[in-house]
């Protein structure tokens, strides 16, 4: 039998943090890694036009799609150029699946400065043809309005 003795000479129990602060700081790089990915994915680089008046864009939703018009009138569905076609299939889904969630869908278009409004209004066009009805324009804020804000957008019904 052993004596209380014994047990008060073993060493006390320590917890390593070590491992766990390795685990934490590579989620931590993970995450930041992949949001930038995820930023730089969903969007074409296009000059925005400059608005005095607008409202802070929302957060992404599931019932929304952006698409970019870049200067020679090319379309952008995330990093992937897409036809007129494609895209009407895509505005015609993105209006399906709105209505069976019983949601409004969205499009927001980010449209270059210098292309041609022709290109626009084909989109504005699909959009009415498959009755979306919240369309969103991205614009850049005007920096005498507000130096704070780097974009904004606004709504058209």
């Known amino acids: 039998m052993r004596t209380p ?30 949001s930038h990915f995820v930023r730089n994915e969903q969007s074409e ?29 090319s379309y952008f569905v995330g990093s992937q150029q897409q036809s007129e076609e494609a895209i009407a299939g895509q505005l ?4 399906q699946n709105a209505s069976a969630k019983q949601l409004l869908p969205e499009v927001r278009i980010r449209s270059d400065r210098t292309a041609d409004y022709r290109h626009v ?18 614009v850049a804020a005007d ?6 804000s780097s974009s904004a957008a606004g709504q058209t019904r």
């Open 5 to 34: 003795n014994q047990l008060s000479q073993r060493q006390p129990l320590r917890f390593n943090i070590t491992p766990l602060i390795d685990v934490v700081f590579l989620l931590i790089i993970f995450f930041l890694v992949a």
């Open 121 to 138: 209004r084909t989109l504005v066009e699909k959009c009415a043809a498959v009755n979306i009805r919240r369309i969103y324009f991205a």
């Open 143 to 148: 920096s005498a309005s507000d130096a704070n």
């Open 45 to 73: 680089n296009v000059s925005l036009p400059v608005a005095t008046l607008g409202m802070a864009d929302h957060d992404a939703a599931s019932h929304r799609i952006t698409i970019t018009v870049r200067a020679d009138g």
């Open 92 to 95: 015609q889904t993105l209006s």
